[in-house]
């Protein structure tokens, strides 16, 4: 319900003027809303009209790794250029690009032959994107871990103050308090074992740095025939490959109990295109002990990043810290089964 809400709000903000087709040479018959873009069926098939929310600097480097990575691995999201020859179009003080459509249905991470799939497929884009190399450093990851993690703990440490002089305590309030040293040390567990682990060194070997997708959720993920197909690289950024399994994995996990079985899958398919060395699987143990799930919850209400209400907020930190146990139970497993 809730990123339902967001998106029609969101949505609110396009105009959907044919002059604005015009521009990308598209006669637009129909345009229907379709999570947080509208797409539209034209003159030359169904394509997808975004409002742009961030920089031209970020869509060029968007445009570029696609551009990139489609040298090697066509199963990736294309622009469809502007009449002047560039990637978006400036309507009313807005900035909007246009991309075709990717045929294909949602990822099901419930389904062994999806998940396998779009194992496979990562494994593919990682191979397809090593070597690339961009001068925007906010895109450039490599290295910058374990200072974020500590920056992080920080973060968690401000939050508990927050929660703490808040006379009227809210239930997230004391949820979250009964909590947050837990998730603390799990940060700093997470950070002390990249430093003892071979991090910088992976940081250094080029055949382990890639393009991370940063956003591998299941509606990113289109299966056709398959075969994983990728859409939605806004928070892409260049990293070690790890990082994307781990935020792959996270994503994975947290729906199926932290099904070890799960990670398994994903890792096994993923060395049928890629690979993988021991070394590069303590660094992504040690990432994925650092609690993302709680710590995103709370950056968000505390900072108030998200508009939700207070309902959703609770509702979703019952459910991170709920899971405690099984997290627990799925690192160990990690640890002894896999490493």
């Keep these: ?70 040298n090697k691995f066509a199963r990736v999201v294309d622009f469809v250029k502007a009449k002047t020859g560039e990637i978006y179009t400036i309507w009313d003080g807005n900035m909007y690009c246009i991309m075709d459509v990717v ?55 401000f939050f508990k103050n927050i929660a703490s002089i808040h006379t009227n305590k809210t239930e997230f309030d004391e949820i979250f308090l009964k909590n947050v040293d837990y998730y603390i040390q799990e940060i700093k567990k997470s950070t002390d074992m990249l430093e003892k682990s071979y991090y910088y060194k992976l940081c250094s070997e080029e055949d382990k740095i890639t393009i991370c997708h940063h956003d591998l959720a299941h509606h990113n993920i289109l299966i056709n025939n398959e075969e994983a197909y990728f859409i939605d690289f806004d928070y892409a950024i260049i990293d070690l490959k790890v990082h994307d399994l781990c935020n792959f994995i996270n994503k994975v996990e947290k729906n199926f109990a932290f099904d070890i079985e799960k990670a398994n899958i994903i890792l096994e398919s993923y060395c049928d295109k890629n690979t993988l060395n021991k070394r590069e699987l303590e660094v992504l143990y040690a990432m994925l002990i650092f609690p993302e799930d709680f710590y995103s919850i709370s950056k968000d209400y505390y900072t108030k990043r998200k508009e939700w209400d207070e309902a959703i907020f609770l509702d979703r930190l019952r459910r991170k810290s709920g899971y405690k ?15």
Excluded: W
């Excluded at 379709?34 to 394509?47: D, P, Q, W, Y």
């Excluded at 494994?123 to 910058?144: V, W």
């Design 325 to 339: 146990e099984d997290r627990e139970e799925f690192l160990s497993n990690f640890r002894t089964k896999i490493i």
């Design 103 to 157: 045929q294909g249905k949602e990822c099901n991470f419930s389904n062994p032959i999806d998940l396998n799939a779009a194992s496979k497929g990562i494994g593919e884009l990682h191979c397809a994107s090593e070597g690339f190399k961009t001068n925007i450093y906010m895109k450039y990851n490599n290295g910058k871990l374990i200072d974020t993690f500590k920056r992080r703990v920080q973060e968690m440490d």
């Design 1 to 70: 319900m809730l990123p339902r809400y967001s998106e029609r709000r969101h949505l609110t903000q396009y105009d959907l003027c044919v002059e604005l087709f015009d521009r990308f040479d598209l006669i637009v018959y129909d345009v229907v809303p379709l999570r947080g873009v509208f797409m539209a069926s034209t003159n030359k098939g169904e394509k997808i009209l975004k409002k742009v929310e961030y920089t031209k600097e970020e869509l060029k480097f968007i445009y570029n790794i696609l551009s990139y990575i489609r």
